[in-house]
């Protein structure tokens, strides 16, 4: 069924970008590393070179491709003890932010580490650990593009079940919204 929403992935240089958008094309992976040189438009995905999100330089390509999209893919390699995403990052774009995690599978992966780097992107959103080469995770990410808000999302992440999908709220904002309703 084809997705009439669409997603835009960003993320560093080599943090599994393309790599995941083969995959959840149903492609084999790259034999070889192909560097991602533009932005590459397929049908639910937009892939970003490394670059457009390392080097805030790209910041005004990034917010006019935003425009073409409803939901971000942060992407953060489990096998990078950094991130290139500043602190509430994914509030600098008004879209749906789902984080991803790459590279479960390698044997150097530091998978904790890599969700509480996204926690500190994202807000509130869902995370969801996946690998490329084996496949986990992989499916959940088109499910999440379906949805059309937040509440959707979390009602996915509810009700699925998956030890590859946590969804991620700020203590902070819990705490506000539970006030809000009291
Ligand atoms: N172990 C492992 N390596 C991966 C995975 N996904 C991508 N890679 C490797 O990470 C490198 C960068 O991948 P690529 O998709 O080109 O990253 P991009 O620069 O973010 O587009 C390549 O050598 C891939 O083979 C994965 O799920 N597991
Ligand atoms: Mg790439």
């Known amino acids: 069924m084809p997705l009439k929403n669409r997603a835009m992935i960003l993320g560093g240089i080599d943090a599994g970008k393309t790599t995941l958008k083969e995959v959840l094309f149903g492609r084999e992976r790259h034999p070889k590393k192909i560097k991602t040189q533009s932005l590459i438009y397929e049908d639910w995905i937009v892939d970003t070179p490394g670059e457009y999100t390392e080097n805030p330089l790209h910041y005004r390509s990034i917010?006019?491709?935003?425009?073409?999209?409803?939901?971000?893919?942060?992407v953060q390699d489990a096998t990078n003890e950094k991130?290139?995403?500043?602190?509430?990052?994914?509030?600098?774009?008004n879209?749906?932010?789902?984080?991803?995690?790459?590279?479960?599978?390698?044997?150097?992966?530091n998978i904790e580490q890599?969700?509480?780097?996204?926690?500190?992107?994202?807000?509130?959103?869902?995370?969801?650990?996946?690998?490329?080469y084996t496949g986990e995770g992989i499916d959940i990410i088109p499910a999440l593009v379906r949805c059309q808000s937040l509440d959707e999302m979390k009602a996915y992440a509810a009700s699925h079940q998956s030890e590859n999908l946590i969804f991620h709220e700020n203590a902070k904002v819990r705490r506000q919204q539970s006030r809000k309703e009291e």
Do not use: N, R, W
Request: charged share 15%; hydrophobic share 55%; aromatic share 6%.
């Open 95 to 109: 879209k749906l932010p789902i984080g991803v995690v790459t590279k479960a599978d390698a044997s150097e992966a």
């Open 83 to 93: 991130t290139i995403f500043a602190p509430g990052f994914s509030l600098g774009i």
């Open 114 to 132: 890599a969700i509480s780097l996204l926690k500190k992107a994202i807000v509130k959103g869902p995370i969801v650990i996946t690998s490329a």
């Open 63 to 74: 917010m006019a491709t935003s425009l073409e999209i409803t939901h971000v893919l942060f």
